[in-house]
């Protein structure tokens, strides 16, 4: 998940996006959004680092490398209910 503003560990967020919902084989899928369902997670840890993304960038025979690293920082949540 994306790193979440303004949330503490514990507390509970609704997500009300969402596009597709599959409850026991039958799938809905929204146009854009799925009328009515929202998911309800716990926020386990407000901010998390990502793993380290390295982006190398090179013009063959053109003496030109450039090098550059990018660590995203997510929120780390478990999802406790879909409603649909």
Same mark, same amino acid.
């Given at each position: 998940m994306h790193h979440i503003k303004d949330v503490e560990a514990g507390k509970t967020v609704e997500f009300d996006k969402v596009l597709l919902v599959d409850a026991d084989g039958a799938v809905k899928v929204g146009a854009p959004t799925v009328e009515g369902a929202k998911v309800v997670v716990e926020v386990v840890n407000p901010l998390v680092k990502g793993d380290k993304v390295i982006v190398f960038k090179m013009k063959r025979r053109k003496d030109s490398r450039k090098r550059?690293?990018?660590? #995203?920082?997510?929120?780390?949540? #478990?999802v406790k209910q879909v409603i649909a």
């Open positions: 550059n690293g990018h660590r #995203e920082q997510f929120t780390q949540v #478990e």
